[in-house]
Nanobody
C-alpha cells in the first residue's frame, strides 16, 4: 500500500506561482510512475502531468505545457508540481497518484492505483 499526502495548495494571483508537493509513505515510490490530476466541481478529474518511474520522461496536458513542471525526489519519497503563470482556470483540487512502473507514465486516471486526498489551489483573476 502507498499512502499519498498532498500539500502546498492555497491562494495565488493570476500570473503567480505555487508549488504543490506529494509525500508518499508505506512504500518507496522508486518503482512507481507518478501523476498529478485536478478536478473542479461538476467536472471529471483531468490529467495534468506525469513522470515516469525513472524520472526520465515527463508528460503534460496541453493546457499546462510550458507553465507547469513535474519532478520527483525519490530519496524523500516526494513528487512536486511547480505551477507558474497561473490562470484562473487552473483553480481546482489537485490530486497526486501513483501507478506501478516501469514503462511510460500513464495519462489515464484508471491506470493509477493510489491516490491522495487532494489539495485546493485557487487562482484569483
Amino acid at each position: 500500500q502507498v499512502q499519498l499526502v498532498e500539500s502546498g495548495g492555497g491562494l495565488a494571483r493570476a500570473g503567480g506561482s505555487l508549488r504543490v508537493s506529494c509525500v508518499a509513505s508505506g512504500r518507496t515510490i522508486r518503482s512507481y510512475a507518478m501523476g498529478w490530476f485536478r478536478q473542479t466541481p461538476g467536472k471529471e478529474r483531468e490529467f495534468v502531468a506525469a513522470i515516469s518511474w525513472s524520472g526520465g520522461s515527463t508528460y503534460y496536458a496541453d493546457s499546462v505545457k510550458g507553465r507547469f513542471t513535474i519532478s520527483r525526489e525519490d530519496a524523500k519519497n516526494t513528487v512536486y508540481l511547480q505551477m507558474n503563470s497561473l490562470k484562473a482556470y487552473d483553480t481546482a483540487v489537485y490530486y497526486c497518484a501513483a501507478a506501478p512502473g516501469p514503462g511510460p507514465a500513464p495519462t489515464a486516471g484508471l491506470e493509477y492505483d493510489y491516490w491522495g486526498q487532494g489539495t485546493q489551489v485557487t487562482v484569483s483573476s
